[in-house]
């Protein structure tokens, strides 16, 4: 059993294949028992079932009533977090993504929310966003081990009410 006194290099460090659920909720509670003590108003609030993630799910539809694209995310607190978003291939370049977003955006600031992240791959659409707002708050070079770039875009939202 490890007390104050025990010194580090008496500990044994070891990886554990498979490790017992209870093993993993040792280290678990350590981390928890922290965050808790740090940040005890968020934890509060978060507990609140009227705090929960809401997701949102947009869909654009073509007269025919196919589904053509859509936007999938979800609104928590003061932040929109934006996981898919995609427009049929044929499809692309008329306005339907940012539309899209831009119902994300308007959801969201309806929800309480004042920003947005997303990731993106830079073959993906780190232009798309930039021109509609947003900016690259991070970027991680080689993210797939194949030599592409992730990066992390964020807008403030709240601003856009002052327009
Ligand atoms: C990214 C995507 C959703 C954009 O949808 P879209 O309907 O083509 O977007 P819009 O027509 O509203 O584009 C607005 C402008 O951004 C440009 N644009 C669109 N996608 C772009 C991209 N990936 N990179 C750079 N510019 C892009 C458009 O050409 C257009 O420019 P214009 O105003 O000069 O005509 C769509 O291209 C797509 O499904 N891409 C493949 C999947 C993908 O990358 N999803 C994003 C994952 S994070």
Redesign the pocket.
Known sequence: MLDAKSHGGAVRIEIVNDPAAELREAVNVELRTFNREQNPAWYAARAATENDAQPLHIFAFSPGGQVC?GLFAETQFHWLKISI???NSA?????????LVQQAEATALARGCRYAY?D?MEY??P??YQ?LGYQIAGTLPDWDSHGHAKFFLTKKLASMMLV
């Open positions: 694209g978003l995609a427009v499809l692309r370049g008329h306005g339907i993504g940012t539309r997303l993106t993906q659409a232009i798309f021109r």
